[in-house]
């Protein structure tokens, strides 16, 4: 059972945009800007999009963008691309006074 | 640029210990913490542990019963150990580097598909 939720499938057609949410609580989410997301390409291991709930590391492409509210984060993927069709997940700090990570249960991003 | 290649036994029996082993090249071992995470067929991913440098470890609530992680600075490797598998340890399980600052993994090994069965 993962700690964070995200929708289990999302879809788009090419060229249009689409938002993943990630939600947790106040002491996850809430509490911290350490929210990060990952695509996972199938057979392939998850490569990091996005850190620190906004950045992108170098030679991801600006299509890609994070952004956070309250307790729920969330990942837009512009332009949508074909090879965009992957699982993406989200990440957090496991929350306050404690150490580690806890992951969403993934979003599989359908490109239609 | 850093990358990770890992190995280990992939077929386990009940009881067992799961022993994998992660080795880094091209950058310093002393500039990251080194982590190892699990991806069961078909589910999400789990975080599993990490370790500094100098060896100091820290553990899912999860599994710290049974998980042990170290390091060898003088080979660039870490490893992960996990006592007492079951079919439910059956998994992809990955190292990568941990940034311990902002939380997040940047690089990722190629994964160890690890199964459990009798």
Known sequence: QSVLTQPPSASGSPGQSVTISCTGLSFDVGAYDYVSWYQQLPGKAPKLLIYDVTKRPSG????????????TASLTVSGLHYDDEADYYCASHRGVNTFGVIFGGGTKLTVL | QVQLQQWGAGLLKP?????????????????????????PPGKGLDW???????????????????????????????????????????????????????????????????????
């Open chain 1, 60 to 71: 991801v492409p600006d299509r890609f963008s994070g952004s956070k509210s309250d307790n």
């Open chain 2, 48 to 118: 599993i542990g990490d370790v500094t440098h100098r060896g100091r470890a820290n553990y899912n609530p999860s599994l710290q019963s049974r998980v042990a992680i170290s390091v060898d600075p003088s080979k660039n490797q870490f490893s992960l150990k996990l006592q007492s598998v079951t079919a439910a340890d059956t998994a992809v399980y990955y190292c990568a580097t941990f940034d311990n600052i902002n939380y997040y993994f940047d690089l990722w090994g190629q994964g160890t598909l690890v199964t459990v069965s009798s």
């Open chain 2, 15 to 39: 009881s067992e210990t799961l022993s994998l082993t992660c080795t880094v090249y091209g950058g310093s071992f002393k500039n990251y913490y080194w982590s190892w995470l699990r991806q």
